[in-house]
């Protein structure tokens, strides 16, 4: 059994987090893949993350009807600021845990992998599923990780994945990449611009009833 936890801040979620996470659960055999939107982003800090329970309906809207994809509040739940290798760290120790966990990150999130909390910790407690892209070719692992850790992982062709001696492995795959972000579908509801097929329409719904992002109305 396979589960693959996917983290981001998702304000709000969108086409290019669903169809991404999709394909990446066909690619690897991924029972479920559980969307945990950052209670309090260590990494964004600089602008007003919309409060965790509307990012949380919003994804639960948009992954209605798909067996395959799940939502935690897990990150909510812990008082102060969230960090993944907490939560991975969680997730094992649940009873109905499985015993194969993927972090599914985008190739820019983990491109920055070495300022995450105790990063070396997480590597070695859950696999990692990096979502690539054309044209944003990633220079392997020794561009992202320092040499001494690059050069512990071993690629192993069968698995199509960089393996380490703990048996963790980092695992590049491609995937339809829709060019969304969420700060563009901010930007574009702040100035009054439909942001139709770029989020299921329950979300969109769903802005403008909260009246998000400074929602006024779309002409
Ligand atoms: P923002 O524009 O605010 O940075 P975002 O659209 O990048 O938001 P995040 O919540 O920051 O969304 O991203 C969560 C995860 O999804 C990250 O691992 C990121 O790399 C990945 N991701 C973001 N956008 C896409 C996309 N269009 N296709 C595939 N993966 C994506
Ligand atoms: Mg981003």
């Known amino acids: 059994m396979k589960w693959g936890l996917f983290g981001g801040t998702f304000d709000p979620v969108h086409f290019g987090h669903l169809r991404a996470a999709q394909e990446l659960a066909a690619i690897l055999g ?7 939107p950052a ?22 809207l948009a992954i209605a009807g798909n067996d395959r994809f799940d939502v935690s509040d897990l990150e909510s739940r812990r008082r102060g600021k969230s960090y993944s290798v907490d939560t991975v760290r969680s ?7 499985p015993p194969e966990l993927y972090f599914i990150t985008g190739q820019d999130a983990f491109d920055a992998i070495a300022t995450w909390r105790q ?3 997480l590597l070695g407690l859950c696999h990692f599923a990096v979502m690539t892209r054309p044209g944003y070719e990633n220079g392997g692992l020794h ?8 050069t512990r992982y071993v690629y192993d062709e069968k698995q199509d994945g960089f393996i380490a001696p703990s048996g963790r492995g980092i695992f ?20 009054g611009r439909s942001i139709s097929y770029l989020t299921p329409d329950a979300v969109i719904a769903y802005i403008a009833s909260k ?4 929602f006024s109305g779309n002409p």
């Open 30 to 36: 991924l029972e479920r893949v559980i969307f945990l």
């Open 39 to 60: 209670g309090e982003p260590p990494h964004k800090t600089s602008r007003d993350i919309t409060p965790f329970e509307h990012r949380l309906r919003m994804v639960r």
């Open 91 to 97: 997730f094992l120790a649940a009873p109905d845990s």
């Open 119 to 121: 990063w070396e910790d």
């Open 143 to 150: 561009s992202i990780l320092p040499a001494d850790l690059a």
């Open 172 to 191: 590049f795959r491609r995937t339809t990449f829709l060019d969304i972000s969420a700060s563009a579908i901010r930007e574009s509801v702040r100035a």
């Open 211 to 214: 009246r998000l992002y400074g």
